[in-house]
Nanobody, 127 residues
Framework: VQLQASGGGLVQPGSSLRLSCVAS????????IGWFRQAPGKDREGIGC????????EYGDSVKGRLTISRDNPKNTVYLEMNDMKPEDTAVYFC?????????????????????WGQGTLVTVSS
């Protein structure tokens, strides 16, 4: 079982970002998926999630309006797309899975409620 987030790097302020979270060893679309980020010196923050296999995406207040997450089930991949990137978006971005989730709502779930985490990908927003 593996989750791999990728697509990070140096991005210009005002530009857009697209990250991928690819799962291997299990079918991602049966489970709840969360996107998180951890800025230097700060706690890990949930920014977007799907609570169940067929749920709509939920978003954290800090990124609402700029963030879209989506699933590509045949590719076993979840995407994160954020526009108008700001220096305060600099962070390591992670994806995590909640196996067989039956959650009603996910954006306020605690980190420990997720079963498995992928390696993060660093995003640096700077000119």
């Amino acid at each position: 079982v593996q989750l791999q987030a990728s697509g990070g790097g140096l991005v210009q302020p005002g530009s857009s970002l697209r990250l991928s979270c690819v799962a291997s060893g299990f079918p991602m679309h049966y489970h709840g998926i969360g996107w998180f980020r951890q800025a230097p010196g700060k706690d890990r923050e949930g920014i977007g999630c799907f609570s169940t296999a067929d749920a709509s995406a939920e978003y954290g207040d800090s990124v609402k309006g700029r963030l879209t997450i989506s699933r590509d089930n045949p590719k076993n991949t979840v995407y994160l797309e954020m526009n108008d990137m700001k220096p305060e978006d600099t962070a390591v971005y992670f994806c995590a899975v909640k196996y067989g989730s039956r959650w009603s709502g996910c954006i306020n779930r605690q980190l420990l409620e997720y079963d498995f985490w992928g390696q993060g990908t660093l995003v640096t927003v700077s000119s």
